[in-house]
């Protein structure tokens, strides 16, 4: 199904985000109304993907905690991937940019790629979504939002603003990993000292229940899973909070490792 917008209708937030995204720029405030359901969040979220000058490469997915989980009836939010902002991990630290006053982390998370376009339905499970997956990748998502409090104010706020996504960082593909996923864990450090451990165990459900329910939420807003988009599952040590000039690695031992730098972000995106 096409996801068409009139962009003159995009929504007073939806503006705000996506241009103080493309500039570069902080907001100190909300730029309006704050969602109070996150089908309302994902309805400003709509309007700035079709306001967004750039093709949907794939989608995060973020843990929604108690006991928020329970209030917006939902374990997990979902945010675009544009193509500009996926990166492959290579030997020098992979640089990425960051808003000044702005909020960015980095997250370790193992990546699924989908190998065919999934059918347009709901009632995706686990064991359903499995054939989908063609490869699984190690990678870093970079969070990131012009606005500070962007993770303060419940779920729907997060949403509403990509999914505070801004940018993925692919390492290697992970061999064998559909005997190995329940197994695999990693670190992350920065500026060299270890601050999170974990592994695909610390998802609810593991990485594939984040794709089934990823899949189950693009069905209720009319939008498809394409094949080769990638599918960030979510952050297997948390969420790191990272500063411009700061270097972070993400360790997922015999699966490799992935180094990356935090710089100022220098906005004007075509």
Same mark, same amino acid.
């Given at each position: 199904?096409?996801?068409?917008?009139?962009?003159?209708?995009?929504?007073?937030?939806?503006?705000?985000?996506?241009?103080?995204?493309?500039?570069?720029?902080?907001?100190?405030?909300?730029?309006?109304?704050?969602?109070?359901?996150?089908?309302?969040?994902?309805?400003?979220?709509?309007?700035? #993907?079709?306001?967004? /000058?750039?093709?949907?490469?794939? !989608?995060?997915?973020?843990?929604?905690?108690? /006991?928020?989980?329970?209030?917006?009836?939902?374990?997990?939010?979902?945010?675009?991937?544009?193509?500009?902002?996926?990166?492959?991990?290579?030997?020098?630290?992979?640089?990425?940019?960051? #808003?000044?006053?702005?909020?960015?982390?980095?997250?370790?998370?193992?990546?699924?790629?989908? &190998?065919?376009?999934? /059918?347009?339905?709901?009632?995706?499970?686990?064991?359903?979504?499995?054939?989908?997956?063609?490869?699984?990748? #190690?990678?870093?998502?970079?969070? &990131?939002?012009?606005?500070? *409090?962007?993770?303060?104010?419940?779920?729907?706020?997060?949403?509403?603003?990509?999914?505070?996504?801004? &940018?993925?960082?692919?390492?290697?593909?992970?061999?064998? !990993?559909?005997?190995?996923?329940?197994?695999?864990?990693?670190?992350?450090?920065?500026?060299?000292?270890?601050?999170?451990?974990?592994?695909?165990?610390?998802?609810? @459900?593991?990485?594939?229940?984040?794709?089934?329910?990823?899949?189950?939420?693009?069905?209720?807003? @009319?939008?498809?899973?394409?094949?080769?988009?990638?599918?960030?599952?979510?952050?297997?040590? *948390?969420?790191?909070?990272?500063?411009?000039?700061?270097?972070?690695?993400?360790?997922?031992?015999?699966? @490799?490792?992935?180094?990356?730098?935090?710089?100022?972000?220098?906005?004007? #995106?075509?």
């Amino acid at each position: 199904m096409s996801h068409a917008h009139d962009n003159s209708a995009t929504s007073p937030v939806a503006r705000a985000f996506v241009s103080a995204r493309r500039g570069g720029r902080a907001l100190r405030d909300y730029p309006g109304v704050q969602p109070e359901s996150l089908a309302a969040a994902y309805a400003i979220q709509d309007e700035a #993907i079709a306001a967004w /000058p750039d093709r949907v490469a794939g !989608w995060k997915l973020g843990r929604i905690n108690a /006991p928020h989980d329970v209030n917006f009836g939902a374990g997990r939010l979902a945010g675009p991937i544009f193509s500009r902002n996926v990166w492959t991990a290579g030997h020098s630290p992979t640089r990425f940019g960051v #808003i000044e006053d702005g909020f960015a982390a980095v997250e370790a998370e193992y990546v699924l790629e989908l &190998g065919e376009t999934a /059918p347009d339905r709901g009632g995706w499970t686990v064991d359903t979504v499995a054939p989908l997956v063609s490869r699984a990748f #190690i990678g870093v998502e970079i969070a &990131g939002s012009p606005f500070a *409090g962007i993770n303060n104010h419940g779920p729907a706020v997060t949403a509403s603003d990509f999914g505070n996504n801004a &940018g993925l960082i692919l390492g290697n593909e992970i061999t064998g !990993w559909r005997d190995r996923l329940s197994d695999l864990t990693c670190t992350m450090s920065l500026n060299g000292i270890v601050i999170g451990r974990g592994g695909a165990a610390a998802i609810p @459900g593991g990485p594939l229940d984040s794709l089934a329910f990823l899949l189950n939420l693009l069905h209720q807003r @009319g939008r498809r899973l394409e094949a080769g988009q990638l599918i960030s599952t979510g952050a297997a040590t *948390g969420v790191h909070d990272i500063l411009a000039g700061q270097a972070a690695v993400a360790d997922f031992g015999p699966d @490799g490792h992935i180094d990356c730098l935090a710089v100022p972000a220098t906005g004007a #995106i075509a």
